[in-house]
């Protein structure tokens, strides 16, 4: 069971100072000033700790600032979190986590990163080398090529003639391992390969195979033997079948004949329409499988959707609601001021006598000046008012607008999701299929087990033999006999002898019958001087003292 523990060792260029903060933050900024989608850049630091050692957080930190300089992400928010984790054996690996903002906010779009890889791997390579530090053979370029010469790694390309032919590239080697290795004349192999659905053609190279679905393969690249070269292949075939005897690649499949032939050998309508019913229901039962599913997320949009839209009636319907409350209070302040004014309105000779000296006029004037500056107010309170509820409905629109693309994201996921599966379940009925077609043409190998683990029968056969490994050590180490009774019963019944002891006691037993040696020894050992014939050379056993 394995435990970690997590350390946010650095939040840069946010305002929220949490890793969940950081992250919907930088979101929120590559949605609202860019349309860019891989907004962030991530690395992992991971040192092999047996070859290098520790690092401190010093060298964590400087190596990257390094990378940080040299992919043009300085002065970016950043995000380091330092990650304890215990392996199987319970040890703890240290390692870091360092994620990127690629949104310059400034001039609104995202930083250009070509060739990130080149780059980080020339950071790595200058900081070994100033640190002293020991890379990995993946670092040097020459190892890998030398190891890429000596072992042979399947290629995308392989894997998907695979998936698609319903026959492994161990299979079809050794297919044509074994017709070259029983090859008696080239036209006996061209034979046998055509036998196995196999066509010789020329191509990009001088002879390539073609099988009944159109890949190619190069002859001497398929060929299961490293002691087989390109010269050989060539040397072998040129004479009945030169390179300029051969059809290319694409006419030979291409060709009306060949494509005639192979409908008509490999396809019957009435299987076909059998395997295209039982398709058409796996693909139905797919579909039932990911309605449910797409369900729910549609279900959650519409309710997305009409919540959004009450919110905004809501919002609407309390903005016009301010608005007339506003206006109503004005309205209801300046009636009472007029009421108020009517009711102390001078009347008989206080009239007159106001209009004589003057006094009227200023009262107007006054009353006039205050209807002024009480309307200014009201339209200084609108006009804030208006600004106040438009800041309101721009946040309103900026988070439905953000929920909405949040939505879409999930649909765009489960559609991706949902593509992937129908994908794999039409690579799945190719396969199958190419795979009947080969039972039915009965062209499909038949050891292919064996070919794919040779060395398994061996392995299962030494495995049934029972091994004594205390009598075994003790019959190596020279033990005598106490050594095996003071053993106990560790082992019932003593391991068989190796067939090489078996055979030296036999001749030992041999030369001891033959009269002159008998003699040859007994007088050797009665008189203490060397016989005639030549002592035989003693095995060194014992290599500490050196007899």
Known sequence: ????????????????????????????????????????????????????????????????????????????????????????????????????????????RAIHMPYDHDKLMMVTREFAHERGLRLPEGYDKQKVVERKRREYQMTWHDKWQQDRGGLPLEARKAQVTAAWERRDTPRSFVRSLEAMGYTLATGRRDYVLVDMHGFQKSLPRIIDDKKVRIEQVREFLRKDYPKDSCLASKRRWR?????????????????????????KQRRDELHRKQQPRRQAVEQEAKALAERQRQARREFSARQWGERAALRQSHLQESHRIRIERAANKPTGLAAFLGRISGVALITKTIHRYRDGVRHREFLARKQELAERQKREAQALERRQQLETLTMQRH???????????????????????????????ERAPLAQAKVSEPHKDAFNKAAEKPIDLTAEFEKASGSGSAAGESAGDAAEAPAPESEIKVQRRKRTRDRSDEPERSSRRADRDNNGAPSEDPPRRRRDRDFDRGL
């Open 411 to 441: 649909m765009k996921a489960l559609e991706l999701v949902e593509q992937r599966e129908r994908k794999s379940l039409e690579t799945k009925l190719v396969k199958e299929r190419r795979v009947e077609e080969r039972v039915r043409t």
């Open 1 to 108: 069971m394995t435990t970690s523990k997590k350390e946010v060792m650095e939040v840069r260029g946010t305002v929220a100072r949490d890793v969940i903060g950081w992250m919907r933050e930088i979101e929120a900024q590559a949605f609202a000033l860019t349309k860019c989608t891989n907004y962030l850049y991530s690395e992992s630091i991971n040192p092999d700790e047996r070859g290098q050692g520790r690092w401190t957080r010093e060298m964590y930190f400087d190596y990257i600032e390094r990378c940080e300089k040299r992919l043009g992400l300085s002065g970016q928010p950043r995000l380091v979190v330092r990650h304890v984790k215990k392996d199987e054996a319970g040890i703890p690996r240290e390692h870091y986590h360092c994620v990127w903002s690629r949104i310059d906010a400034e001039r609104r």
């Open 255 to 279: 060709s009306p004949k060949v494509h005639r032939a192979a409908k008509e050998l490999f396809v019957k309508n009435e299987e076909r329409a059998a395997r295209e019913a039982k398709e």
